[in-house]
């Protein structure tokens, strides 16, 4: 045996050892640290409210580009139902809406982390129209997900939906 001193621990972050795995699930299959269970078990990362703040404004920079040329067409019904196929056809059959794309998120079914299909797009889409017919509950659709541990919004809860990091 020798008197010197064992060597100091790796701290380089090169390690044999594997990742340790992702939390565990808590209640109402939420995770610390921004993670959410689904019904499958497999663990996903929730999208910041930050990111999910940048996608919904370069989706509404979008939108209003789209209503204001179709809008030429017909300046009543058209630029509602653009932006509604806008927003329908890209979370249903990509999961993202370009937003999302930029910013590196998506929107999953809860159960089983699938693309949501056409129902829950469009009710992703109805809810918040509605709410914002009626201003305060529009923004309270959108701002539920400030508090809520999945950060999910009125209509992601309504839809069974989550917005995850890709």
Not at 31 to 45: H, Q
Not at 60 to 71: E, P, R, T
Not at 78 to 101: D, H, S
Request: charge should be neutral; charged fraction near 15%; hydrophobic fraction near 45%.
């Amino acid at each position: 045996m020798s008197d010197m001193p064992p060597p100091p621990p790796d701290d380089s972050g090169w390690s044999s050892e594997p990742p340790p795995p992702p939390p565990g699930p808590t209640s109402h299959g939420s995770a610390p640290g921004g993670f959410a269970v689904l019904e499958t078990g497999e663990t996903v990362e929730l999208a910041t409210r930050g990111k999910r703040l940048g996608a919904r404004i370069i989706d509404i920079v979008i939108g209003i580009i789209i209503s204001i040329v179709v809008g030429f067409i017909d300046p009543l019904l058209l630029p509602i139902l653009a932006w509604a196929a806008y927003e329908i056809f890209f979370v249903a059959l990509k999961g993202q809406t370009p937003g999302k794309m930029a910013v590196g998120t998506k929107v999953i079914r809860a159960d089983n982390g699938n693309l949501p299909g056409w129902g829950p797009a469009a009710g992703r889409w109805i809810i918040p129209a509605i709410g914002y017919v009626l201003i305060l509950p529009g923004l309270l659709v959108h701002a539920s997900l400030l508090w809520d541990e999945r950060r999910q919004g009125w209509h992601d809860k309504a839809v069974k939906t989550l917005v995850v990091n890709v």
